[in-house]
T-cell receptor
Framework: EAQVTQNPRYLITVTGKKLTVTCSQN?????MSWYRQDPGLGLRQIYY???????DKGDVPEGYKVSRKEKRNFPLILESPSPNQTSLYFC????????????FGPGTRLTVL | GQNIDQPTEMTATEGAIVQINCTYQ??????LFWYQQHAGEAPTFLSY??LDGLEEKGRFSSFLSRSKGYSYLLLKELQMKDSASYLC??????????WGAGTKLIIKP
């Protein structure tokens, strides 16, 4: 089954404790992206990647890191989480670029205390 | 600044027709998406418009007017399962995707 998977789905953590949210897709997509979604706001892009070893900042990259060592995986790293990073996070992928339909993972609900 | 406006919430009756509007002010335009998002779930693709006019796909249609910076999503023969948020997103001149906050559609029996 073609899909984007994220882990964990839910996470409660404390300020300053490093965490990684994994994202993997099995559709051989070049383009991958991380978004956060907060009430009353649209999806906001954190980072994106056009292909392996190529990553770029989105609208709200501060406090986040990513890597793209393999085509299928695009982990999101929070080196020192803070309460303002409490949010719902989505990973997405698409064939080639932004013009194409994006396939979203199920989401990770993160709470930072 | 770049801006996408959608109504926050709409209510409609099962079996009826509803039109969800989206107006945008962006630095350039390279296409517009509509996505559906059920509560607690991931967004799923509905449509993509890059040229003016109406695109029909079953019960859902999407319209675009680039000169007016305007799009709408038309849902016909509404079903209870259509209760969801509908997200409008525009690709700007820098090929960045700008998202609206979404319209929550409530369907009543």
């Amino acid at each position: 089954e073609a899909q984007v998977t994220q882990n964990p789905r839910y996470l409660i953590t404390v300020t300053g404790k490093k965490l990684t949210v994994t994202c993997s897709q099995n559709m051989n997509h070049e383009y991958m992206s991380w978004y956060r979604q907060d009430p009353g706001l649209g999806l906001r892009q954190i980072y994106y990647s056009m292909n392996v070893e190529v990553t770029d900042k989105g609208d709200v990259p501060e406090g986040y890191k990513v890597s793209r060592k393999e085509k299928r995986n695009f982990p999101l790293i929070l080196e020192s989480p803070s309460p303002n990073q409490t949010s719902l996070y989505f990973c997405a992928s698409s064939f080639e670029a932004i013009y194409n339909e994006q396939f979203f993972g199920p989401g990770t609900r993160l709470t930072v205390l | 600044g770049q801006n996408i406006d959608q109504p926050t919430e709409m209510t409609a009756t099962e079996g009826a027709i509803v039109q969800i509007n989206c107006t945008y002010q962006t630095s350039g335009f390279n296409g517009l998406f509509w996505y559906q998002q059920h509560a607690g779930e991931a967004p799923t693709f509905l449509s993509y418009n890059v040229l003016d006019g109406l695109e029909e796909k079953g019960r859902f249609s999407s319209f675009l007017s680039r000169s007016k910076g305007y799009s709408y999503l038309l849902l016909k023969e509404l079903q209870m399962k259509d209760s969801a948020s509908y997200l409008c997103a525009v690709i700007d001149s820098n090929y960045q995707l700008i998202w609206g906050a979404g319209t929550k559609l409530i369907i009543k029996p």
